[in-house]
């Protein structure tokens, strides 16, 4: 590597994880005698800080932890210039890691360090919530605020089985459809809406999947998925197959692709970014920002 590195890392994620990997890292990103600054985080919020007042010292920014401290980072370097943003790397040490799955990273630790030492860049879209940005996933709906909901003790115990046992939970909210209306790229309808999800990912939670060739991380345009108000337990259950399975044919399900995307509701919705808690609205924007990003991937 040919410049010089903030490392920004996040000691609890994965189970501290981290811990078994960090001098690997540091040798990596120094080989050369090219410096790297580590960055350790103590609270939420310090990886949006450390990458907004110091990523424009730095060519490329490593962030290690989840999909949440990766949220954190995009943050931070969104609010630079864009010929101000570093590149950025990700060591995936999270419960379900959906980015690093979008981005088609190496499930070895080692082999992620490996192929963000090789600085091969990616253009990525950023998608903009109200004033928050995300990477992958801004959602509303049953289900969709397990990922916050659930401790991190418990995802530090249990991993992935904690998310489960939160949707086992979340079965109360079936039947807690929002009356929804819904404009993309100019074009407006009214619909009873279960699950609504802006998707620019091909996972999500670790459940819902979209195939590569419905999804590109760089084309200026979200996935839009909505999951209307089933018709009773049995629509339900088919529609959750579907789901699982990619098949996005059925009435009570779309996939739709748009730039720009907003939401008027008839009362306030929860909604998460990244997996993180991102407040409730009853109208609210959500912006694609092209290629916003360079991605060590």
């Known amino acids: 590597m040919?410049?010089?590195t903030m490392l920004i890392v996040n000691p609890v994620s994965g189970k501290g994880k981290i811990r078994n990997y960090l001098l690997d890292a540091v040798k990596a990103f120094s080989e050369g005698g090219i410096p790297v600054s580590v960055y350790v985080t103590e609270k939420r919020g310090d990886a949006t800080f450390f990458a907004r007042e110091y990523g424009k010292c730095f060519e490329r920014i490593v962030c290690t932890g989840g999909d949440g401290t990766l949220n954190e980072v995009m943050n931070g370097v969104m609010?630079?210039?864009?010929?101000?943003?570093?590149?950025?790397?990700?060591?995936?040490?999270?419960?379900?890691?959906?980015?690093?799955?979008?981005?088609?990273?190496?499930?070895?630790?080692?082999?992620?360090?490996?192929?963000?030492?090789?600085?091969?860049?990616?253009?990525?879209?950023?998608?903009?919530?109200?004033?928050r940005y995300f990477g992958y996933v801004s959602a509303f709906g049953a289900f969709t605020n397990i990922p916050y909901a659930t401790s991190q003790k418990a995802k530090r115990t249990w991993g992935y089985l904690a998310y489960l046992g939160g949707a086992a939970g979340a079965l109360k909210d079936l039947n807690k459809p929002v009356h929804a209306s819904i404009t993309c790229d100019g074009e407006t309808f009214e619909d009873d809406i279960l699950v609504g999800a802006v998707m620019n990912t091909t996972s999500m939670a670790g459940l819902i999947k979209l195939s590569p060739k419905d999804v590109m991380l760089d084309d200026?345009?979200?996935?839009?998925?909505?999951?209307?108000?089933p018709k009773g337990f049995g629509e339900l259950c088919g529609d959750a197959k579907r789901l699982l399975m990619k098949d996005f044919s059925t009435d009570s399900v779309k996939l739709l692709h748009a730039s720009n995307i907003s939401f008027k509701f008839d009362r306030k919705m929860s909604w998460t970014c990244d997996g993180e808690a991102g407040g409730e609205y009853d109208e609210v924007s959500v912006i694609n920002h092209h290629a916003a990003l360079r991605l060590l991937v």
Not at 93 to 99: F, I, K, P, S, V
Not at 220 to 229: H, I, K, P, T
């Open 79 to 131: 609010a630079l210039p864009f010929e101000e943003r570093p590149k950025l790397g990700y060591i995936p040490l999270g419960t379900t890691n959906d980015m690093a799955v979008s981005f088609g990273l190496p499930k070895s630790t080692k082999d992620v360090i490996e192929r963000i030492k090789a600085d091969t860049v990616r253009s990525v879209d950023c998608g903009q919530f109200d004033k």
């Open 220 to 229: 200026g345009r979200f996935e839009l998925l909505l999951v209307r108000d």
């Open 2 to 4: 040919s410049a010089n």
